[in-house]
């Protein structure tokens, strides 16, 4: 069975991106899910030339998690039994489509193709959904209130694991065409793997013919935010992306000062972070709208092994540093994306932040950290505005 998983940051855009890709494929079974209030998964199915029909699920913790595992799992695997070609899969808003992927990825439903994971958008909204500082819930998308993630949030997870961007624009407020055009640049610029389109024939496979399984789709690569993808195709767009790599490790206390200053006019940032008081940890960066975090996913790849240290004394430390970052080893990467963005004033502002070589001589893990990253742990996620 051919699936193509859509989600959405709200209903409307799905229901007119699922509405296009069943008119482009008539013979597809339509199937929708919404996540209300109390729990109650509701479950719509429509095939051709038959009734639609509904099912219902209450679900005892109304969470994602949830939704996928008792309800959107067995549906999927009862509609290829029955014999359906193709699935057109509607998730819930603010679902991400890479949890759902993955769900289907275990060796039971090696027959399940993947023909795309699509993220329908109206592109007049986009830019506005990224800096609101709201909740999902406090902005209306999502009936969950203990959600705390934003507009801006699901919407670049999205853009970063899906292959194709299906452009809706639901007839609620009159278009402005100078958002959407906005929109449409700022799209370009934070998924330039994907296709955009506003034409369901246009949204292409995720891959050539093979299973669902983790990492099935090119775009996948792109979460890897150790390796942030260069954008910048259009260069009449007023959006760019900086990115920057270097090989010493941060000063706490200066980044912490220049976190604030890059992210005012940043409306991505993603990277990987040495951070001198934690330089066995790799630190996640990322940044949506006005929220950024860090997140301490714990060991660098080569510290599993040998536990290399920064030795103390030696006559050109920074060399070795760099030779160890050259050869795999820590080193930070912040890619940056905003209007106007000065790739030189970001690149020294970023470069000032690495120790100095004085510093790197004298010892640096007992300097202050602002974050409170917890080195004791594997994953410790701290909000940093």
Known sequence: MHLTVVSSLDALCRQQACDKLAAAYPEAVLMLHDLLEDGLLVRRTIRPGVPPQRGETRLEHPCPSCAIRLDMEPSVQRAGKAGVDHLILGLPPALPAAAVVRALSSGARRSLVLNAVVLACSPGAVEDQIWDRHTLFESGYLALPDDERTPGEFLMEELASIDSVLLADPDVVPADPHASARGLQLLRELAPHARITERATDVGPAHSGGPVHPGVTASERNTDVGGPSCAGIAKDSPFTTVVHRFHRPLHPGRFHHALRSLAQGCCRLRGQLWMA??????????????????????????????????????????????????????????SATGEGLDAAEIIRLLTDCQLTEAEMKSGFTALADPFGLDTTHDIDSRRAS
Do not use: F
């Open 277 to 334: 008081p934690a330089p066995e940890c790799r630190i996640l960066l990322r940044g949506a709208g006005p929220r950024i975090w860090l997140e301490n996913v714990g060991p660098w790849p080569a510290y599993l092994h040998d536990h290399p240290q920064v030795p103390s004394g030696v006559e050109d430390p920074v060399t070795t540093v760099r030779a160890r970052a050259e050869a795999g080893h820590p080193s930070t990467v912040i």
